[in-house]
C-alpha cells in the first residue's frame, strides 16, 4: 500500500506538472491562437477547440501579433444570466481593464472571449489573468 | 492464517486498487478536458513583452509635444496602477514608462494620461474607460483608438470612444452611422467621447492636419446598438 500511494502521488505530481506547462506566465492563460475569419468571434471559427475561456477571470483580453494594424475584440459574459460584462474593441490590443474585477472578486464565472474586428482572417490571441 | 482470511485480504486490497484507479482515471481525464479547453502555454509567435523604454521614442515626441514638457508632481501615476495586471497588461506589453507619464486632461471621474512606451505611447484613463497603447505611426493615422461597447465605468445605454490624435489636427469631428457629423472636443492631444447605444453610432473620426483631411475608422460594430450590457 505505501508503494501505491508513493506512486499514486508521484502520478498526480506529473499530471499537475504536464497542466501547467513551463513558460507560462503566474495566473496567465491563453486561448484562441488560430486564424480567425474577417468579423468573426473565435468562439464561432469552426474547427476549433481553444476557442474561448469559462473560469473566474479578473482580465481578458484580445490580441493580434502581426504585421500591420488590425482591430480585435475582447468580450467578456456572465455565464449565469449571458448578459455582457465587458466589451472593448482596439486596434492590436483589446483588454477589459478593470471592467471584470468584480466578478472576480467574488468568484463568479465568466465566458471570456476574443475576436478578429477587421476585414480579412489574421491570427487573434485571447488571454486572461486570474 | 486461513484461506478466508487470505481471501478477505486480498478482497480489500483489490477494491483499495479499484478506487486509485478510479480515481487516477477521473483526475487524467479532468486534466485532458483542462488541457483541451484551455491553455496556460506561452503562445508561439507572441514576441516577448519589450523592455521599459528609458526614453520617449523620438517620433512620438514630435507627434505629441506634451510628453517634452518639463514633468511635474500633477504628471505622476496614482499609486496600485503600475503592474497590476488588469490595468497595465498592455503598457507591460508595449514597454510603458510610467515615471515618464504626463498629465494630459482631468475630469471629476478621472484623470487621463499619456506614457511613453518603446515604440509610441499609452493612453491611460483613471476612470476605467480608455486605455490605448500604439505606435508612433498608429498615432500619426488615429488608429490609437479604443471603443467600448460594455463597461461598468459607462452607463449600460452607452459606448464610447477614446484615443489620441498626433499635434497641429485641426478640426475633429466624428461621423456617424446616420451620416451626420459632431465636433469632438480634443484635450492635450486625447480624446474620450460618448454615444447613446440607441442612437447613431460613431463610423469615423476626421480631422484636418497639414491641409489635408484625415480619416480613421472607430471599429464599432453594428451589434453595439442591440448588445445587452450589465453593471454589477
Redesign the interface.
Known amino acids: 500500500?505505501r508503494n501505491?500511494a508513493v506512486w499514486?502521488a508521484a502520478?498526480?505530481s506529473c499530471?499537475?506538472a504536464?497542466?501547467?506547462?513551463a513558460?507560462?506566465?503566474a495566473?496567465?492563460?491563453?486561448?484562441c491562437?488560430e486564424l480567425v475569419p474577417a468579423?468573426t468571434d473565435c468562439a464561432n471559427n469552426p474547427g476549433h477547440?481553444?476557442d474561448y475561456?469559462?473560469?473566474v477571470v479578473?482580465?481578458n483580453?484580445a490580441?493580434y501579433?502581426?504585421e500591420g494594424?488590425v482591430?480585435v475584440?475582447e468580450h467578456a459574459y456572465?455565464r449565469g444570466?449571458g448578459?455582457?460584462?465587458?466589451?472593448?474593441?482596439?486596434?492590436?490590443?483589446?483588454?477589459?481593464?478593470?471592467?471584470?474585477?468584480?466578478?472576480f472578486e467574488?468568484n463568479i464565472e465568466l465566458s471570456s472571449h476574443a475576436g478578429n474586428?477587421?476585414e480579412h482572417p489574421h491570427?487573434i490571441?485571447g488571454?486572461i489573468?486570474n | 492464517m486461513n484461506m478466508d482470511h487470505i481471501k478477505t485480504k486480498l478482497g480489500s486490497r483489490r477494491a483499495i486498487l479499484g478506487v486509485l484507479v478510479a480515481v487516477l482515471g477521473t483526475l487524467s481525464a479532468s486534466v485532458a478536458i483542462a488541457i483541451a479547453s484551455n491553455s496556460s502555454s506561452v503562445p508561439q509567435g507572441r514576441p516577448a513583452p519589450a523592455p521599459e523604454t528609458q526614453a520617449p521614442n523620438v517620433a512620438i515626441v514630435s507627434e505629441l509635444s506634451i510628453l517634452n514638457r518639463p514633468a511635474t508632481a500633477a504628471d505622476s501615476l496614482p499609486s496600485g496602477i503600475v503592474g497590476n495586471p488588469s490595468q497595465w497588461l498592455n503598457e507591460q506589453r508595449v514597454g510603458a514608462n510610467a515615471s515618464l507619464s504626463r498629465l494630459a486632461a482631468s475630469s471629476p471621474s478621472g484623470s487621463i494620461y499619456l506614457i511613453p512606451s518603446a515604440t509610441g505611447v499609452c493612453m491611460f484613463d483613471t476612470a476605467g474607460t480608455t486605455n490605448v497603447c500604439a505606435s508612433a505611426d498608429e498615432v500619426a493615422n488615429g488608429e490609437a483608438e479604443e471603443a467600448i461597447l460594455c463597461s461598468p465605468t459607462i452607463p449600460s445605454g452607452d459606448i464610447e470612444i477614446g484615443g489620441v490624435l498626433p499635434d497641429g489636427t485641426s478640426n475633429p469631428t466624428v461621423l456617424l452611422s446616420n451620416g451626420s457629423i459632431q465636433p469632438l472636443e480634443v484635450k492635450s492631444n486625447t480624446y474620450s467621447a460618448d454615444f447613446a447605444r440607441s442612437g447613431p453610432l460613431p463610423t469615423s473620426i476626421e480631422w484636418i492636419a497639414g491641409g489635408t483631411k484625415h480619416t480613421t475608422a472607430t471599429h464599432v460594430p453594428s451589434s453595439a446598438s442591440s448588445e445587452t450590457c450589465t453593471t454589477p
Open positions: 500500500m501505491m499514486l502520478t498526480v499530471a499537475v504536464l497542466a501547467i506547462p513558460g507560462a506566465a495566473g496567465e492563460g491563453h486561448y491562437e468579423y477547440s481553444w475561456w469559462n473560469g479578473d482580465v483580453a490580441e501579433y502581426g494594424t482591430n475584440c456572465d444570466n448578459d455582457t460584462v465587458s466589451d472593448r474593441c482596439g486596434n492590436g490590443f483589446a483588454g477589459s481593464s478593470g471592467d471584470l474585477a468584480y466578478y467574488h474586428n477587421s491570427t490571441y488571454t489573468v
